[in-house]
């Protein structure tokens, strides 16, 4: 088990457990995906632009590019702490909708936002997997 509540520690394999391991590689691969590709826009917007317009952002752009980088975050935490990350992730999601329908009146169109979202699902699961056979463990 790991270290920490939530974590993604080694179990005995019964086939619930590797189920469990699947999803989990899933969710780290596609993860990891989706990190490298938020980092490729950014530095790629660095590269193109310069720092300058990171900083003159407006309230709106600040506020998104916060709620993007907690997915970002827990698209990272996620592979140690998957409750955690995936949980981070959904709540960087909400956020950035939230923020764009309160800012312009209507969400961001096509599922591009909600496709960075993916991992979470499977990390979320992944961890209350975890601490369901942790908590039979200790039984």
Do not use: H
């Not at 409750?83 to 709540?91: A, V």
């Not at 496709?115 to 699902?121: M, Y």
């Amino acid at each position: 088990m790991g270290e920490y509540p939530f974590s993604s520690g080694d179990m005995t394999n019964t086939k619930g457990n590797i189920k469990v391991s699947v999803v989990r590689w899933i969710a780290r691969i596609s993860a990891g995906v989706m990190a490298a590709l938020i980092l490729l826009i950014f530095v790629g917007e660095a590269l193109a632009d310069g720092f300058d317009p990171l900083l003159n952002l407006t309230i709106r752009e600040s506020g998104m590019m916060m709620a993007f980088f907690a997915v970002w975050l827990g698209l990272l935490l996620g592979w140690k702490w998957e409750l955690y990350g995936g949980l981070l992730i959904i709540c960087g999601v909400a956020a950035f909708y939230l923020l764009d329908y309160l800012f312009s009146g209507t969400f961001p169109r096509g599922p591009f936002f909600l496709i960075f979202a993916a991992p979470s699902l499977l990390f979320t699961y992944c961890g209350w997997q975890t601490m369901k056979m942790q908590k039979v463990e200790n039984v």
